[in-house]
């Protein structure tokens, strides 16, 4: 479960690297950001940061958990900054019902056939606030939510050609994503 990653500090620190890349670059942008944007800046930065914690914790397999609940925390920093305006409550129950769907995919061991569907959860609240929100986030939402739905059904529902390619190369443009919306304009918010 460690996401095929040699347990060792320097794996740590090439896994660590892109998400730590994106964070400077949201660090560095949001000074010149209006409060509106560096608000939502300050959110992505800390999801941004718990997504570090959690890809430095999954390397090593003993440490799943825990790098599962970095990453919801990441989800829910992320929650936060994408909001709940525009609400797009037609779009909630086509995420709920399909990510329902997807965990009857999946056989997690005893230990996690709690954590993983709340988890789940998470993830899709995540990406559902995302594609509210629209443009980068959109993307970026959509993108993680696929890692992580690639990487669910690799460990918990059978095997996967290419995982570590399709799970990795589609979470760091997930992250990329949403990093980049942070720099995106303020978008109005209009009633």
């Known amino acids: 479960m460690g996401g095929g990653w040699d347990p060792s500090p320097t794996a740590v620190a090439a896994k660590c690297a892109p998400i730590l890349c994106l964070l400077l670059v949201v660090i560095l942008h949001q000074g010149s950001l ?24 999954l390397v090593w397999p003993q440490h799943f958990i825990a790098g599962m ?26 995420c709920y019902v399909a990510c329902a769907y997807y965990m009857t995919l ?10 993983v569907p709340v988890y789940g959860m998470l993830l ?17 939402a959509l993108l993680f939510l696929i890692s992580d739905a690639i990487l669910g059904y690799s460990l918990f529902g059978g095997p996967l050609q290419y995982r570590q390619v399709l799970v990795m190369s589609t979470y760091y443009l997930g992250q990329l994503g949403i990093a980049l919306s942070a720099l995106e304009p303020a978008q109005v918010a209009v009633p």
């Open 124 to 140: 899709t609240t995540m990406a559902w606030r995302g594609v509210a929100r629209g443009r980068a986030a959109a993307a970026g």
């Open 34 to 57: 209006g409060y509106e944007k560096g608000w939502y800046a300050r959110r992505i930065a800390a999801g941004l940061i718990l997504s570090a914690l959690g890809d430095a914790l």
């Open 69 to 94: 609940a970095a990453f919801a925390g990441a989800h829910v920093a992320y929650i936060a900054a994408f909001g709940f305006y525009p609400l797009k409550p037609l779009l909630a129950p086509i």
């Open 106 to 115: 999946l056989s997690p061991p005893e230990g996690l056939k709690v954590l």
